[in-house]
């Protein structure tokens, strides 16, 4: 399995509204990512786990907050958010424990999430 | 920091013509750079990598590209461009962090492909 596995592929949501996002992947990778895309637009970091723990958080609003249960899941909770967030939300995965910095990121298909 | 800049937003070619896409790098240290592909409504995959161990790099899907540390570029390039190519390419690099924080991928503002029969 070489996959990363992202559910839903698509949501809508009101901006008092409270939903999460999923992300699986079963290689066995100890780092996982979250991205958001803009149309038209290269993928920004957000955040990044590695080991389960929370390594970088890209000064990323509030109202998005990630979360890591276990090593194969990535879910990432949205609350109260605004139009301007609607975007593709690319979860990724890499193997490396530690620094490897050439390591690929294997991405998902991605949440395509629009703020009404 | 480290970044990439990829010159034309737009290329298109004619099927069985080359396909270059341009990448430049910023970096006052040896890079660690890639080129991804995205095909509409899809996340990203892997072309290839630099790992230094070879200035040219061969990648999936025929593509290849080469590093020239004089000109700090990374050009993708495939000698005939085939319908299928058509999507978006980024070329990406990855910060060197030091100790034990992950390296940022940092992406280009992509290349849309357009391949014509």
């Known amino acids: 399995d070489t996959e990363v596995t992202q559910t839903p592929k698509h949501l809508v949501m009101g901006m008092t509204n409270k939903k999460s996002l999923k992300c699986e992947q079963h290689?066995?990778?100890?780092?996982m990512y979250w991205y958001k895309q803009k149309a038209k637009k290269p993928p920004e970091l957000m955040f990044v786990?590695?080991?389960?723990?929370?390594?970088i958080n890209e000064s990323v609003p509030s109202r998005f907050s990630p979360e890591c249960p276990n090593s194969s899941l990535l879910n990432l909770h949205l609350h109260a958010l605004q139009p301007e967030d609607s975007a593709l939300y690319l979860c990724?995965?890499?193997?490396?424990?530690?620094?490897?910095?050439?390591?690929?990121?294997?991405f998902g298909s991605g949440t395509q999430l629009s703020v009404l | 920091a480290q970044s990439v800049t990829q010159l034309g937003s737009h290329v298109s070619v004619s099927e069985g013509a080359l396909v270059l896409l341009r990448c430049n790098y910023s970096?006052?240290?040896?890079?660690?750079l890639f080129w991804y592909v995205q095909y509409p409504n899809q996340g990203l995959q892997l072309l290839l990598k630099?790992?230094?161990?070879?200035?040219l790099v061969k990648g999936i899907n025929g593509f290849e590209a080469e590093f020239k540390k004089s000109e700090t570029s990374f050009h993708l390039t495939k000698p005939s461009a085939h319908m299928s190519d058509a999507a978006e390419y980024f070329c990406?690099?990855?910060?060197?962090?030091?100790?034990?924080?992950?390296?940022?991928?940092?992406f280009g503002q992509g290349t849309i492909l357009t391949v014509h029969p």
């Open positions: 990724a995965s890499s193997q490396e424990g530690t620094v490897t910095t050439n390591e690929k990121l294997f």
């Open positions: 290689m066995g990778h100890r780092a």
């Open positions: 786990y590695s080991y389960e723990k929370l390594s």
């Open positions: 970096s006052s240290v040896p890079p660690y």
């Open positions: 630099y790992t230094s161990a070879a200035t």
């Open positions: 990406a690099v990855r910060q060197y962090a030091g100790g034990t924080s992950y390296g940022k991928l940092t």
